[in-house]
């Protein structure tokens, strides 16, 4: 049974950073890309960040891009999400979700098979 944990959600300020992880299970976990996605009350899921099985390729939205690094330890079957230079805008609850196959779109969410329960990112200015 595989399974997605995110962690390390929070409230914080506009400027200041965070560190969200994702801890896998059940599955081979560094034969799969995975992805990081968020979403708001009333919004589509947006895609946010993405990386490859092995970790030697990453894409970033662009509103993401320069603050955001995405990055996966495959012997402790984690991945993660380091955000810095918090905005407003990025509050919302974000997921992470794996990718079975490993041509197929990074950004679109329908690739995706296995989400996480999310872990909300709250903002302040």
């Known amino acids: 049974q595989v399974q997605l944990v995110e962690s390390g959600g929070g409230l914080v300020q506009a400027g200041d950073s965070l560190r969200l992880s994702c801890a896998a299970s059940?599955?081979?976990?560094?034969?799969?890309?995975m992805g990081w996605f968020r979403q708001t009350p009333g919004k589509d899921r947006e895609f946010v960040a993405a990386?490859?099985?092995?970790?030697?390729?990453?894409s970033y939205a662009d509103s993401v891009k320069g603050r955001f690094t995405i990055s996966r330890d495959n012997i402790k079957n984690t991945m993660y999400l380091q955000m810095n230079s918090l905005k407003p805008e990025d509050t919302a609850v974000y997921y992470c979700?794996?990718?079975?196959?490993?041509?197929?779109?990074?950004?679109?969410?329908?690739?995706?098979?296995?989400w996480g329960q999310g872990t909300q990112v709250t903002v302040s200015s």
């Open positions: 059940g599955l081979t976990f560094g034969a799969y890309g």
């Open positions: 990386i490859t099985g092995s970790g030697g390729s990453t």
């Open positions: 979700a794996q990718k079975p196959r490993k041509y197929s779109s990074a950004i679109n969410p329908g690739e995706y098979r296995y």
